[in-house]
T-cell receptor
Framework: DTGVSQNPRHKITKRGQNVTFRCDPISEHNRLYWYRQTLGQGPEFLTYFQNEAQLEKSRLLSDRFSAERPKGSFSTLEIQRTEQGDSAMYLC???????????FGNGTRLTVT | SQQGEEDPQALSIQEGENATMNCSYKTSINNLQWYRQNSGRGLVHLILIRSNEREKHSGRLRVTLDTSKKSSSLLITASRAADTASYFCAPLEGSNYKLTFGKGTLLTVNP
């Protein structure tokens, strides 16, 4: 069990640029979740997958956000045409089954200038 | 889907005292999970309590669950400065395994 790995740890980008984050789950965890967190707030649900199928995407998420999980292994979260309001910590978490806890990565901190 | 709502939003205590945080939720659950988050880090799982359990212990942590009141509490005994963190509860609905979070309780333990 090597834990959930997220890359990069930090990303600074200029407004209007595209960014992509990667999450490598714990092996055999078939559910993978993306959250966004800003200072003083709890993690805000973005989307989640069961294997390669995207089960739900938050209605708060604009079309500039897209996530994939090809082959049900690692996942990527892409933000197109970034805006300053996208600055946040992006957290990935994986789940083995309904009787187990979520395992979180350390997150990717995005700063849009 | 539902999310847990933690109360209080902030709690400040002295080292050695006990800290109690509460969580309320709205619908039936499969289990309820408690997490801790240190500033700038990811969330760390503390305790998972199943819907058919009423109390669970782990070291200095004690979690209770009252499904009739749709509430849970987390007790940290003999607190330490290192316990300073934000604490979140997350109820898990059995149907879709979607976990959402509230704003958390910010616990400050003063040395």
């Amino acid at each position: 069990d090597t834990g959930v790995s997220q890359n990069p740890r930090h990303k600074i980008t200029k407004r209007g640029q595209n960014v992509t984050f990667r999450c490598d789950p714990i092996s055999e965890h078939n559910r993978l979740y993306w959250y966004r967190q800003t200072l003083g707030q709890g993690p805000e649900f973005l989307t989640y997958f069961q294997n390669e199928a995207q089960l739900e995407k938050s209605r708060l998420l604009s079309d500039r956000f897209s996530a994939e999980r090809p082959k049900g292994s690692f996942s990527t979260l892409e933000i197109q045409r970034t805006e300053q309001g996208d600055s946040a910590m992006y957290l990935c978490a994986t789940l083995k089954d309904g009787y187990s806890p979520l395992h979180f990565g350390n997150g990717t901190r995005l700063t849009v200038t | 889907s539902q999310q847990g709502e933690e109360d209080p939003q902030a709690l400040s205590i002295q080292e050695g005292e006990n800290a109690t945080m509460n969580c309320s939720y709205k619908t039936s659950i499969n289990n309820l999970q408690w997490y801790r988050q240190n500033s700038g880090r990811g969330l760390v799982h503390l305790i998972l309590i199943r819907s058919n359990e009423r109390e669970k212990h782990s070291g200095r942590l004690r979690v209770t669950l009252d499904t009739s009141k749709k509430s849970s509490s987390l007790l940290i005994t003999a607190s330490r400065a290192a316990d300073t963190a934000s604490y979140f509860c997350a109820p898990l609905e059995g149907s879709n395994y979607k976990l959402t979070f509230g704003k958390g309780t910010l616990l400050t333990v003063n040395p």
